[in-house]
């Protein structure tokens, strides 16, 4: 599946998707897109793009067409059967009496 | 100013000096004058890049670099001002072609993309070298502006070299280009570690050109020759910078730099 912006020829540079990792400890989150000629290329037009103000400590780079993405048309069996089912959630449970170190 | 988030730096800044009470002498303010009319031109000179370079993150890689040239700039013609009571603005508006000393490398026109990494290529190791002498300066401003700015240039030969690598060895054509490209910049790199006429007199605050010479021959023809290229031959240019002597397309720049401030003197925005 190709993703948007990549037209997978070679007259563009391909997308894309950049993670940054904000300082140690925290996970990488998703900053934006860019293109580049290649991964390494990627990297560096990252730092320029994403991390001017000090953002982060640590850059992911992924092409954007190697990302497999859930399909936005199927967003009601995919992610709205949890509807009613609060049991699901432990705050749905009654604390009982009897259990200690709950 | 109160920024809450993320770094605090405490790195010299062009303000933080005109803020203190610091004066140059007069020998070592000489010398900051040429090292900040060379970051001061090719600031300029890779801004003319925004919204022509191939694509849009290129655009501001170059412009990043630029940015981070203009701080160098500002730093160090704000401390060279500190000797004649003049300001970054009044050094970098107010003097005529013949007073700038910059090397004659640096106010070459852009060309292509692939002149533009030649040129940026030869600078950023010519800058490297220069700071990371220059940060060990007899002089503390001098040694503090070179070693917050080394940072910076190291990663501006990254930006060249990874350039340097992908058109030497990208298609026939981009070899070609790239070829050219360092064939037209090589004559201004003789010019880089020359005499330097104000170094003399500036004594342990300054660095002598010459002898970084060395550490530029051990690392580009190493980079050119890795990225399937060859290493000019070309006669070195007459060189002059320093002493104001400058190629015909200095003017034009300069008087584009110079206008707005010119055209209303004293404005802020």
Request: hydrophobic share 40%; glycine share 8%.
């Amino acid at each position: 599946m190709t993703s948007p912006g990549d037209s997978g020829g070679r007259e563009t540079w391909p997308l894309w998707e950049v993670f940054i990792r904000s300082s140690r400890g925290l996970s990488h989150v998703h900053a934006g897109s860019l293109h580049a000629p290649d991964e390494t290329m990627a990297v560096r037009n990252a730092r320029d793009l994403y991390t001017r103000r000090a953002e982060g400590v640590s850059i992911w780079v992924v092409r954007a067409s190697d990302i497999t993405s859930s399909d936005p048309d199927a967003k009601g069996e995919f992610f709205e059967s949890p509807q009613g089912k609060e049991y699901r959630h432990a705050t749905y449970y009654t604390e009982s009496e009897q259990v200690p170190h709950l | 100013m109160n920024h809450s988030n993320h770094v605090v730096s405490s790195a010299i800044t062009p303000e933080s000096i005109a803020d203190s009470s610091l004066v140059a002498s007069e020998a070592v303010a000489q010398y900051a004058l040429g090292l900040g009319d060379d970051a001061l031109v090719l600031a300029h000179r890779l801004g003319e890049w925004i919204t022509n370079a191939p694509e849009l993150e290129e655009d501001v890689a170059l412009g990043n670099i630029g940015l981070d040239l203009l701080g160098h700039a500002r730093s160090l013609l704000t401390y060279a001002g500190t000797a004649w009571d003049k300001s970054e603005d009044d050094l970098a508006y107010f003097r005529d072609e013949a007073e700038f000393r910059s090397h004659q490398l640096f106010e070459q026109p852009n060309g292509d993309f692939a002149a533009t990494i030649a040129r940026q290529l030869i600078a950023s190791v010519y800058f490297a070298e220069l700071y990371r002498e220059l940060s060990s300066s007899a002089d503390a401003t001098l040694a503090a502006i070179a070693a917050k700015a080394l940072k910076e240039v190291d990663y501006h030969v990254d930006h060249s070299e990874q350039w340097l690598q992908r058109l030497g060895l990208g298609t026939e054509y981009s070899r070609q280009r790239m070829q050219a490209g360092l064939d037209a910049m090589w004559p201004y790199v003789d010019e880089l570690f020359g005499e330097d006429p104000f170094v003399a007199a500036a004594g342990e605050a300054a660095i002598d050109p010459r002898t970084l010479r060395p550490a530029f021959d051990a690392a580009v023809p190493r980079m050119i020759t890795e990225a399937g290229l060859e290493v000019p031959t070309a006669p070195a240019a007459r060189g002059g910078g320093r002493s104001g002597v400058h190629a015909e397309a200095f003017g034009p720049m300069l008087a584009e730099l110079q206008v707005l401030a010119r055209a209303h003197p004293g404005a802020t925005w």
